[in-house]
């Protein structure tokens, strides 16, 4: 079994409604064709259909206030409830008492013990290197996830061989000035990439952030743009699905994109998309961990299991 995690930071499951919700004024055909033609919404939170499943997630882990990048990232990658643990939100980069937790059980981390290889798809400008090495800056969960993994993280040449991709997945954002230059792709070609890092690795995460800045904008224009984008990167991978066994993972960490009222993020629930084979077993394996309210933290034991299955430790049952 092969994993391919979709991460889109920011989204999460609001109302049906196109003058506030870009996922109901976007052209998305993938996605909603993988979804038997229903995107999810409050009032209609989960879905079978033939190839994929969507139940929602609880981002608030059962702590007051607004979910935030770096508690509910952490529990996303660690299965522990972060926001508990410091006992608020915090984010968008992980609180420092967070980092042993970050560095014992991050996904990346969890996928080596289970004797298989996991890869992290976003590669990073050299920029990104400089800054880091002189001002310390401070790392995303992800990122510092692959770090305490002891994986190099990607850089320009990775983007080069197409064993890597930018953060805004066609490579329009990168750096201008470098030699020779980094030509853009199409959305569709970085999901053929990624399909072909799946042949690879058990499990690939890639990394969308560009949602979560579009709800921070409260630009309808730049949001239903950023999401088609993503789903002509998903039309990419459902094209070229890679080794048999595939299943793409997709979800988010807290709202925010949902709900272009407001600026801030919101409480509402975030979707968990399975697609693949078994998609209908790792659903009810999430939902078995967290009851009548799974949240962030039920998705990795769920993935666990799946992987597994290949290391000889049992699987989904």
Known sequence: MHVLFLFLDGVGIGRKDAAVNPLFAARMPALTALLGGELPSLHHRSHTAEYASVIPLDATL???????SGTGQTALFTGIN????????????????????????????????????????NAFPQRFFDYFATRQTRLSVTALSCTYAGMPLRREENIRDCTGLSADITGEGWPRGVYPPIEPITPHEAGKRLAGLAANYAFVLFEYWKTDHAGHDRNMTEAVSVLERFDGLLEGVLGNPGPSGTMIVMTSDHGNLEDLTVKTHTRNPVPLIIAGPLHREVTARVGHYGGRTPDLTHVLPALMEVLQIDAGHGGVS
């Open 82 to 121: 972060a926001a508990r643990l410091i006992g608020k939100h915090f984010g968008p980069h992980p609180y420092s008492t967070l980092r042993p937790v970050i560095e014992a059980h991050n996904i990346f981390r969890r996928v080596q013990q289970a004797g298989l290889r996991p890869c992290f798809a």
């Open 62 to 68: 059962g702590v007051e206030g607004l979910p935030q």
